[in-house]
C-alpha cells in the first residue's frame, strides 16, 4: 500500500504562498493523490486531487512530480482561516480490490499575521 | 443543500452501555464510512460500506459494529466491548466511480462521545 510523508507542522505568513509538501515514493501508476484539511473539530474537507498532471481550482493548486513520488498543495494566497491540519492521502486497495483513503497525522499549518 | 449529517454532536455514555451514531446522507452516494479520532491523531478506519446490505472491517473494528440498511443510513454501535470509547467519530461517504475506484470523500461535522 501506498504511504505518505507529510511534515508534522509548517507556519507561513497571511498573503503568502502556503506550500505544503507530500511524499509518497511508493504510489502505484493508477492511484490519485487527494488532499484535504480539517479545521478544529471539524470534520475533514476535500480540496484537491490529481493522478499525474496538475490540477487547480478555486482553493489551491496540485503540483505532481514527473515521476509521481511527491506532490505540493499550494494555497496560493493563505488566510487566518487556512489554518489546519492537511492531510495527503492516495487510495490503497483493500483485499477485496476497492479503494479505501488511509489517513495518517497530516500537517498543521498556522498562518499567522 | 446535500450533505452529511451526524447526530447527536456530543453523547455521554455510561460505562458498560451500548450507544449507537447516527449518520444520514442525501448524496446519493454509494459508500460510507466511519472514522476514529483521537486528540492530536490521524483519522483510523472502522467500518466501511460500498454498498447496500454488504460492510467490511477497517483497521479497528473490534467493539464496533454498523449496519446498512439503507443506502443514505450508516449508523455505528459503539458496544461495551470497545474499552476506550472517549473519542471524536466521523462518518464520511463518496460516490463509486467504478473500476477507478471511489471520489472524493464528504465528511460530516463529527459526533464526540465521551465516557461518564
Known amino acids: 500500500d501506498a504511504k505518505t510523508t507529510q511534515p508534522t507542522s509548517m507556519d507561513c505568513a497571511e498573503g503568502r504562498a502556503a506550500n505544503l509538501p507530500c511524499n509518497h515514493s511508493?504510489?502505484?501508476?493508477?492511484?490519485?493523490v487527494y488532499w484535504y484539511r480539517q479545521i478544529h473539530s471539524q470534520g475533514p474537507q476535500y480540496i484537491i486531487h490529481?493522478?499525474?498532471n496538475n490540477e487547480t481550482n478555486e482553493m489551491a493548486s496540485l503540483i505532481i512530480t514527473e515521476d509521481r513520488k511527491s506532490s505540493t498543495l499550494i494555497l496560493p494566497h493563505a488566510t487566518l482561516r487556512d489554518t489546519a491540519v492537511y492531510y495527503c492521502?492516495?487510495?490503497?486497495?483493500?483485499?477485496?480490490?476497492?479503494?479505501?483513503?488511509?489517513f495518517g497525522r497530516g500537517t498543521s499549518l498556522i498562518v499567522h499575521p | 443543500d446535500g450533505g452529511i449529517t451526524q447526530s447527536p454532536k456530543y453523547l455521554f455514555r455510561k460505562e458498560g452501555q451500548n450507544v449507537t451514531l447516527s449518520c444520514e446522507q442525501n448524496l446519493n452516494h454509494d459508500a460510507m464510512y466511519w472514522y476514529r479520532q483521537d486528540p492530536g491523531q490521524g483519522l483510523r478506519l472502522i467500518y466501511y460500506?460500498?454498498?447496500?446490505?454488504?460492510?467490511q472491517k477497517g483497521d479497528i473494528a473490534e467493539g464496533y459494529s454498523v449496519s446498512r440498511e439503507k443506502k443514505e443510513s450508516f449508523p455505528l454501535t459503539v458496544t461495551s466491548a470497545q474499552k476506550n470509547p472517549t473519542a471524536f467519530y466521523l462518518c464520511a461517504s463518496s460516490p463509486f466511480a467504478g473500476t477507478g475506484g471511489i471520489g472524493p470523500q464528504h465528511f460530516g461535522d463529527g459526533t464526540r462521545l465521551s465516557i461518564l
Open positions: 490529481g493522478l499525474k
Open positions: 460500506s460500498q454498498i447496500v446490505n454488504d460492510f
Open positions: 492521502i492516495v487510495r490503497v486497495a483493500d483485499t477485496g480490490g476497492s479503494y479505501i483513503p488511509t
Open positions: 511508493t504510489i502505484s501508476g493508477n492511484e490519485y
